[in-house]
């Protein structure tokens, strides 16, 4: 078959497209089960003035989150690029460096984009805890 090196390669960078974004739904998760498990805790023990400890792993989460993300963009980047390719041209290369000049691929504007409101969200609430309590 003509098409098969550039199919395979493009089944192997949709994997790791795909489990970046499986990772980047668990760091939701575990984001809100830390921020729940120090609500409680702190409660249980009355140490509520202590629930600015909270935006710590929400911040942690978030940042990681947006590096979840950037990678992810740069994958899918690479797909598009690699989608284009000649059959003679397929490398099999799963190296994004290249990509990360393009300027509107950085870690930060993954950090800061729509899709990470979530994090802000959680911290405004926790925000809104402090200024009530």
């Not at 949709?14 to 990772?23: E, F, H, K, P, T």
């Not at 994004?96 to 984009?113: G, H, I, Q």
Request: with cysteine.
């Amino acid at each position: 078959m003509p098409m098969d090196r550039k199919i395979k390669h493009l089944e192997f960078i949709q994997g790791v497209i795909n489990r970046l974004a499986s990772d980047s739904f668990r760091m939701k998760g575990w984001c809100v089960v830390l921020v729940a498990a120090l609500f409680v805790l702190l409660a249980r023990e009355g140490r509520i003035e202590f629930v600015g400890v909270a935006l710590v792993p929400v911040l942690f989460f978030w940042g990681l989150d947006g590096y979840f993300l950037w990678q992810e963009r740069l994958f899918r980047a690479l797909y598009d690029h690699v989608r284009v390719l000649k059959e003679d041209e397929v490398d099999f290369s799963m190296d994004v460096s290249a990509l990360k000049k393009d300027r509107s691929r950085t870690w930060l504007n993954a950090t800061l984009s729509r899709t990470m409101l979530f994090y802000g969200a959680l911290a405004i609430a926790i925000g809104l805890t402090i200024a009530i309590c």
